[in-house]
Nanobody, 122 residues
Framework: QVQLVESGGGLVQTGGSLRLSCAAS????????MSWYRQPPGKEREVVAT????????KYVDSVQGRFTISRDNAKNTLYLQMDSLSPEDTAVYYC???????????????WGQGTQVTVSS
């Protein structure tokens, strides 16, 4: 069974940091690009960051560029998102998913994880 389990969210003040983790199982993690997505209250889910299979390439939505860092540990089947200089605009539920290609950021796995809540207070 393919499973994605996000963790690491919480409540932080503006300017704070969090490190999110995504534990993947049920598929060959090291064969796929991976992305972090987020869904702010009242808005649709959006792509935040994407990382290539080997982790050598990464891209980010403009609003998080320079503040967030996506990484992966293929030996542990785990995806990470280091979030620094957090702003209330980053408040959202964060999800991870796989991509068939680095430049195609559509989610590949039909069943989303529960996500992890990130709340940034002002």
């Amino acid at each position: 069974q393919v499973q994605l389990v996000e963790s690491g969210g919480g409540l932080v003040q503006t300017g704070g940091s969090l490190r999110l983790s995504c534990a993947a199982s049920g598929f060959i993690f090291a064969s796929f690009a991976m992305s972090w997505y987020r869904q702010p209250p009242g808005k649709e889910r959006e792509v935040v960051a994407t990382i290539s299979i080997g982790g050598s390439q990464a891209k980010y939505v403009d609003s998080v560029q320079g503040r967030f860092t996506i990484s992966r540990d293929n030996a542990k089947n785990t995806l990470y998102l280091q979030m620094d200089s957090l702003s209330p605009e980053d408040t959202a539920v964060y999800y991870c998913n796989a991509n068939q290609y680095y430049h195609d950021r559509r989610p590949l796995i039909r069943s989303w994880g529960q996500g992890t809540q990130v709340t940034v207070s002002s």
